[in-house]
């Protein structure tokens, strides 16, 4: 009989130490613009912004470390202008695509 394991066991998991490339991020914030989630989104980029390094993307989007910080918190609102800065600085750009293709 395989040993049991235990939740508490397990390891935390960080979605930011998978994002190895620029596919990587790529796919996952696909993934997370398919659920069409503001806060999700949000989320995501600062996932991303941690991988890539959080002082290095605030730097290039022109906005402090804790601004980004709090911006990108899973469950904020950030406004359009804050979401457009982070993604150049991350070098990503968001994709209209038609529902109905």
């Given at each position: ?66 601004a980004l910080y ?32």
């Open positions: 009989m395989p040993k049991k394991i235990k939740i508490a066991d397990l390891h935390d998991f960080d979605m930011a130490q998978h994002l190895k490339s620029e596919e990587d991020i790529a796919c996952y914030l696909t993934v997370v613009l398919e659920e069409n989630s503001t806060s999700e989104l949000a989320g995501a980029l600062g996932t991303i912004a941690r991988a890539r390094g959080m002082s290095d993307i605030a730097k290039a989007a022109g906005i402090t470390r804790e709090k911006a990108l918190r899973p469950d904020s609102k950030p406004r359009f202008e804050t979401i457009s800065r982070v993604c150049g600085a991350l070098g990503v750009r968001l994709v209209a695509q038609s529902v109905h293709a």
